[in-house]
C-alpha cells in the first residue's frame, strides 16, 4: 500500500512568520506532487503542484521537492490567519490516475 | 459555470437503506472521482472514471457502485449502508486522467444510523 505521511499537527505559528509543512511518501517511482487547502467544511482546493527537484515559488507558497529523500514540503511566507486550514499533501500513483493524499496537517496562524 | 456539483448536500440514512450521490460537471472534463472523507484518515479514493464508458475501483471500493452516465455525471451508488459508510463524500473532476488538476465538489454529509 503506498502512503503519503503528513504530521497532523496543529501547526500552530504567529501572523507573519513562516509556517513549514511536510510530507513524505513512499513510492519511489511517484512524479507528481500536490498541496492541496481545506478550510473546516469545505472541499479541498490545489494551492500547488510539483513535478521536479527543487523549488517551485508562488505569491506567498513555496513548494520543495527532494525525490531522493522521498520529501515534499510547502512554505508559506508572511502567514495570514486567512491561512488556517488543513493543508493536505497528494501524490499521484506510478499508472497516473489517481491521487494518493495524506492525512492533511491542520495550520494555525494567530493575530 | 458551476464547475463540480454535487446532491445531496446532507443526507441521513438507516443501515440497509440504498441510495445514490449525484454528481455533475460542466467543465467538459474526462475524469471523474469519488472520494471519502473520514476524521484521521485523510481522502481516500473510491472509484474512480477515466473517461466516459469506464470505471475502475479506487483504494476503498467495498459496499459502492458506481455510474459513469454521460460525459457529466457520475454516481455513487450504496447498496445497502452501513454504519462504517458514515463519511463526508467528494467528488472531483480533471481534464484527463493524467492531468494533474482535480476540481473538487462541496461534498456530501452522509450519517448512516
Known amino acids: 500500500q503506498k502512503e503519503v505521511e503528513q504530521n497532523s499537527g496543529p501547526l500552530s505559528v504567529p501572523e507573519g512568520a513562516i509556517a513549514s509543512l511536510n510530507c513524505t511518501y513512499s513510492?519511489?517511482?511517484?512524479?507528481?506532487f500536490f498541496w492541496y487547502r481545506q478550510y473546516s467544511g469545505k472541499s479541498p482546493e490545489l494551492i500547488m503542484f510539483?513535478?521536479?527537484?527543487g523549488d517551485k515559488e508562488d505569491g506567498r507558497f513555496t513548494a520543495q521537492l527532494n525525490k531522493a529523500s522521498q520529501y515534499v514540503s510547502l512554505l508559506i511566507r508572511d502567514s495570514q490567519p486567512s491561512d488556517s486550514a488543513t493543508y493536505l499533501c497528494?501524490?499521484?500513483?506510478?499508472?497516473?490516475?489517481?491521487?494518493?493524499f495524506g492525512k492533511g496537517t491542520t495550520l494555525s496562524v494567530s493575530s | 459555470n458551476a464547475g463540480v456539483t454535487q446532491t445531496p448536500k446532507f443526507q441521513v440514512l438507516k443501515t440497509g437503506q440504498s441510495m445514490t450521490l449525484q454528481c455533475a460537471q460542466d467543465?467538459?472534463?474526462?475524469?471523474m472521482y469519488w472520494y471519502r472523507q473520514d476524521p484521521g484518515m485523510g481522502l481516500r479514493l473510491i472509484y474512480y472514471?477515466?473517461?466516459?464508458?469506464?470505471?475502475d475501483k479506487g483504494e476503498v471500493p467495498n459496499g459502492y457502485n458506481v455510474s459513469r452516465l454521460n460525459k457529466r455525471e457520475f454516481s455513487l451508488r450504496l447498496e445497502s449502508a452501513a454504519p462504517s459508510q458514515t463519511s463526508v463524500y467528494f467528488c472531483?473532476?480533471?481534464?484527463?486522467?493524467?492531468?494533474?488538476?482535480?476540481?473538487f465538489g462541496p461534498g456530501t454529509r452522509l450519517t448512516v444510523l
Open positions: 472514471s477515466a473517461s466516459e464508458g469506464t470505471t
Open positions: 513510492d519511489r517511482g511517484s512524479q507528481s
Open positions: 497528494a501524490v499521484k500513483n506510478q499508472a497516473g490516475t489517481a491521487l494518493i
Open positions: 472531483a473532476s480533471s481534464v484527463g486522467p493524467t492531468e494533474d488538476t482535480q476540481y
Open positions: 467543465m467538459n472534463h474526462n475524469s
Open positions: 510539483i513535478y521536479s527537484n
